[in-house]
């Protein structure tokens, strides 16, 4: 008589139907059901992760590269809460992961066992959907909800919190049917709303009779694969394009008309582009607090495209026409409609567009002259990142960290989409180790580039050892002002150069790297530095760099990182 399978199986089988191929997490008691499956299983590997935080990121950053559902696993009490700012940091960054906790036993769940605690409500506010499962034969389609909600729509995390007895326990042979193959919801649930026609036609219309409209594209153009349509139509029409700060990596920064990032703390270029605009296409654009400056930009007339109606007009709602559609088929679409007017659209801007361009030239020969302070110990980091770019791939996977790493990649060039991701709306540090754990999962091959702060660095230390063990082509370079330079920064412009909180003692990161097998050196020489990068990029296994950077040079302040303010008369 063959045995029953049990609800860990289940789960496990259920998430090998669904093509999931990682699991990251860390084991506890409760979870053993779970990563025993997952060790008999012909496809899902498990990566050991030295904090849950890290597992979530790694999830986080898998969703992102891969358009798949990442997955972590934890224990629970303190294993789940360990999880919790890095799936904040999917859900506000659009994500899609599948969480797994491991609670106690159904009916001690809610009584004074061991770690409790109320896993669900937890999550609940960082979730697209959070449930307890707490019956075998509740499993299978606990799962494929959970898979459904992380995929459709605006992608996001969905949680699961699986009683101890239910997954350790057999599960009836009726409820254990898992779909032969891959599972049917993977051929479907990637399908997104196509734009009525009226509402295209409006859009349409208002494009052609725009004289200066510039297309803003968010995250949405990320998730949807949409930068191909974005150029294909900016080029059409002669339209300048710009990207929120989650829209990095969504188009090259390379191409003649696209003109960097607008955020908080964007650039003279870009914030020079939306002043001359009198319409605003933003594609997958929330419009949030990051990309507005706390919704004090004052836009013209916004015509807002996104999978998500909640999000039409919600900040900008006077001056908004929705569209309820995808990105990249609205674009497409557009393009199509406008097709037979391009010619005569097209030379309407052309002074323009070429205004625009020069005003790019000069300021990267602005952004080039804005070095280090005078008399400053050790390279600038503006030149860090201009060098390293030059050091690197195309192909290379930037991924800044939260802080100043982020805000120094405005000066990082895209040369090929995909090829950006950063913390953005959580703002969660720690997060650029684990990403590029993930990354080298997710294409082994493919060569990634960690700028991280000293600071974040500390918050995701352990995680070195994590990079030792799966390796690939990974170079960290640490951005060493040996405290948390962002907000030192901030308190130096805000606070009349008042500081608290926010410097280090001395640590020699390469030598704490060595410690955990990762090869590490620390320079202040960016010939050196440039040289080590590139090899390792060109390699097969990690390396890690200690940059002491010059920590008079100010980001708050930096010339070319002040918006565009027009001149008079």
């Not at 960082?126 to 299978?140: D, E, N």
């Not at 995909?418 to 684990?434: L, Q, T």
Request: aromatic content about 6%; proline content about 7%.
């Amino acid at each position: 008589m063959s045995r029953s399978v049990t609800g860990g199986e289940l789960v496990v089988r259920m998430l090998e139907s669904l093509g999931v191929r990682t699991i990251f997490g860390v084991p506890g008691g409760q979870t053993l059901a779970v990563t025993d499956a997952i060790l008999a299983s012909p496809t899902i590997g498990f990566v050991t992760a030295r904090h849950e935080n890290a597992a979530a990121v790694m999830a986080d950053a898998y969703g992102r590269l891969t358009g798949t559902p990442g997955v972590c696993l934890a224990t629970t009490g303190p294993g789940a809460t360990n999880l919790l700012t890095g799936i904040g940091g999917a859900l506000r960054d659009s994500s899609p992961v599948l969480v797994l906790t491991c609670n106690n036993a159904g009916e001690n769940i809610h009584r004074d066992d061991a770690q409790n605690a109320d896993h669900v409500e937890l999550f609940r506010p960082l979730t697209k959907y959070s449930r307890l499962v707490a019956h075998p034969g509740a499993l299978g389609q606990a799962v494929e909800e959970a898979y459904l909600n992380a995929m459709s729509g605006n992608p996001g995390p969905a949680h699961l919190d699986l009683a101890r007895d239910t997954i350790e326990g057999p599960v009836a042979d009726g409820d254990a049917v898992v779909p032969a193959g891959e599972h049917p919801m993977c051929r479907w649930v990637v399908q997104r709303p196509r734009a009525d026609v009226r509402a295209l036609a409006e859009v349409a219309a208002r494009l052609a009779q725009a004289e200066r409209p510039v297309l803003w594209l968010g995250n949405g153009c990320n998730r949807s694969g949409a930068g191909e349509a974005a150029l294909a139509l900016a080029e059409s029409l002669r339209i300048p394009v710009i990207t929120t700060f989650n829209g990095i990596g969504t188009v090259p920064t390379t191409h003649p008309l696209v003109f960097g990032a607008l955020s908080r703390m964007g650039t003279r270029l870009s914030s020079r582009v939306m002043a001359d605009a009198d319409l605003v296409l933003a594609v997958g654009n929330s419009l949030n607090a990051v990309s507005t400056g706390r919704w004090r930009m004052d836009l013209p007339h916004v015509i807002q495209i996104d999978v998500d109606p909640a999000m039409l007009g919600r900040y900008y709602g006077r001056r908004t026409t929705g569209v309820v559609a995808d990105a990249r088929a609205t674009l497409e679409e557009l393009r199509a409609l406008l097709a037979d007017r391009a010619e005569a659209l097209s030379a309407r801007r052309t002074s323009w567009t070429a205004e625009l361009q020069r005003a790019e030239e000069l300021w990267w020969r602005e952004s080039e002259g804005s070095e280090a302070a005078e008399g400053g110990d050790g390279p600038s980091p503006a030149e860090v990142v201009r060098r390293l770019r030059d050091a690197a791939p195309d192909e290379t996977l930037l991924v800044p960290d939260a802080g100043n790493p982020g805000v120094w990649s405005y000066l990082w060039q895209i040369r090929r989409p995909g090829s950006y991701i950063k913390p953005v709306g959580f703002g969660n540090m720690g997060f650029a180790v684990p990403a590029a754990v993930a990354a080298v999962v997710a294409e082994p091959r493919r060569p990634v580039l960690v700028l991280v702060g000293d600071g974040s660095l500390g918050m995701s230390l352990a995680e070195l050892e994590t990079l030792v063990r799966v390796g690939g082509p990974v170079a960290v370079v640490v951005l060493d002002d040996t405290g948390y330079g962002n907000i030192r920064q901030e308190q130096i412009v805000h606070y009349d150069n008042r500081t608290i909180g926010v410097d280090f003692g001395p640590s020699d990161y390469a030598r704490v790297a060595r410690g955990m097998g990762l090869p590490a050196e620390r320079t202040g020489s960016l010939d050196e530095l440039c040289k080590r990068v590139a090899d390792t990029l060109e390699g097969s296994s990690p390396a890690l760099f200690d940059v002491p950077i010059d920590r008079g040079v100010n980001a708050w302040t930096y010339p070319a990182f002040r918006p565009y303010e027009p001149e008079e008369g």
